[in-house]
């Protein structure tokens, strides 16, 4: 594509250099920039592009998107916001894939993996091709495996490129997490949703957003973006629901769902069993019966977000049912990788995140066992979280084991004297603490007999831990393998 035509629809303030170039592909990392691509220089909180566009030129840029002049001898496009301009460009270069697609974005502090398996689950049952984007990756189909993802949201090339592949191998539906990052950022800016469907919305991210009506702001965007014809599908049970319903076009199409407050898709007679929670759901005066190999009231909420995903869609209420009750966990979401004892993993890592996995956690907890949870925080990421999760856990486990997650920058000891101002009282016969997450894993084994309920909170999925100078493999599954395994 030609420089003019990729940059046809941006808001340029001034052009250098100008020469209509062919343009191959879009970078923004001059390491691994390829030839004859255009580089855009992004404005990140620890680096800054601009930095690196002389690097990035030696290496084959022949064109260059940046937010001030720069002394490189090749067509610069000066635009306000790099980050913004982006997203427009990718957009462009991949010929506008979403004009095609039907494309449904969840957003939310929790759920949203979840709710996007269900809804590929529940679309493949009703013979409708799916494609899914979110935290594990993205996949064609949900027998595939994931390809590998640096964010929730991919960054507006790689979210476009992805976009497009599934377009070329004639997928029409698409499914994708929606971070709140993601749309403060504008990875998602030209992409147009049929559908948007909101969880929760819990505290999480406030060193980013710093205030919780900034974050709610942030996730409002997927829902201002729809228009007349298309699906917003609300918790109503949220108590940012109301807020949010205010933000939507009044000819959006809207389906709330919830179990407490009067809603379009009403969940009832709620058990919860060993193996599964049942309920009747309603909707439309038909009532059916779920019974679902899913754990915890939160299943019950990520459930009725996907039913009502796929009823805004115009599936069937019975091949939902259908779909629903033969899916199984995500992984590293409630995740039951052992029992005698039961060990729970789980990507919680937000107060009302670990508040909701305890709860589910306890209904599965005999009445003379104990629940014990082993957890951290991520570094340089919101502290105020912290102590809030450490009381959550002390109220509600028998035990708590406080260890790392992934420390980052942050000393392991500070961020675990943060988790522990949030406990009244500090009894070593039911608190410990161990920084090294291997040896915490190994003491949870000690501390546990084979009819308590163990659950390791904070990484879920990840096969990695993110220290102050290397990235290691972690794998909580594994690492409880290992140790549990053990003569």
Request: negative net charge; hydrophobic residues 40%; glycine residues 6%.
């Amino acid at each position: 594509m030609n420089l003019s035509d990729l940059i046809k629809n941006v808001d340029v303030i001034e052009k250098l250099n100008f020469k209509d170039v062919d343009i191959k592909g879009i970078s923004y990392n001059s390491k691994t920039i390829n030839s004859h691509e255009i580089f855009v220089c992004l404005k990140g909180e620890h680096v800054d592009g601009h930095d690196y566009a002389q690097g990035a030129f030696e290496k084959g840029a022949v064109a260059l998107m940046c937010e001030r002049p720069l002394n490189i001898e090749i067509p610069q496009i000066i635009v306000k916001s790099t980050q913004e301009s982006i997203a427009d460009i990718a957009s462009a270069f991949y010929h506008h894939p979403t004009n095609e697609l039907n494309l449904m974005g969840v957003t939310g502090t929790n759920g949203k993996t979840t709710v996007a398996h269900l809804v590929q689950k529940i679309f493949e049952k009703a013979d409708k091709k799916c494609a899914l984007i979110g935290t594990l990756g993205y996949k064609m189909s949900s027998t595939d495996d994931y390809l590998e993802a640096k964010h929730t949201t991919p960054q507006a090339p790689e979210m476009q490129a992805t976009l497009s592949k599934i377009l070329k191998s004639d997928i029409m539906n698409v499914i994708t997490e929606v971070s709140s990052h993601a749309l403060e950022q504008f990875r998602v800016k030209n992409c147009i949703f049929q559908t948007a469907i909101f969880t929760n919305l819990t505290q999480d991210h406030l060193d980013y957003h710093i205030t919780m009506d900034n974050y709610f702001n942030a996730k409002a965007k997927l829902f201002r973006t729809l228009k007349k014809g298309n699906n917003a599908v609300i918790n109503n049970d949220d108590k940012y629901a109301k807020k949010l319903l205010e933000q939507i076009d009044k000819d959006v199409n809207i389906l709330t769902y919830g179990v407490k407050n009067h809603s379009d898709i009403m969940a009832k007679n709620i058990e919860f069993m060993p193996d599964g929670v049942n309920f009747d759901c309603e909707y439309k005066g038909e009532v059916l019966n779920f019974k679902l190999h899913l754990n915890g009231m939160f299943s019950v909420y990520n459930s009725l977000s996907a039913i009502g995903a796929a009823l805004a869609n115009g599936i069937d209420f019975h091949t939902i049912k259908e779909a629903l009750e033969v899916t199984k966990s995500v992984a590293g979401r409630f995740e039951i990788v052992r029992t005698n004892p039961m060990v729970i993993v789980d990507y919680a890592h937000t107060p009302d995140g670990l508040e909701n996995i305890l709860h589910a956690a306890r209904e599965l907890t005999q009445k003379d066992a104990n629940l014990i949870c082993l957890f951290g925080c991520g570094g340089n990421r919101d502290c105020t979280k912290r102590p809030k999760m450490g009381k959550i856990a002390q109220q509600l486990c028998d035990k708590i084991i406080i260890t790392s997650d992934n420390p980052r920058q942050e000393d392991p000891q500070v961020i675990i004297t943060d988790i522990l101002s949030g406990l009244s009282l500090i009894n070593p016969k039911t608190v410990f603490v161990e920084p090294d997450r291997h040896l915490a894993i190994k003491l949870l084994k000690d501390i546990s007999n084979e009819n308590d309920v163990l659950v390791l909170a904070g990484k879920g999925h990840e096969t990695y831990q993110i220290l102050a100078d290397k990235t290691i493999h972690f794998d909580d599954r594994e690492e409880v393998s290992k140790v549990f395994n053990q003569d």
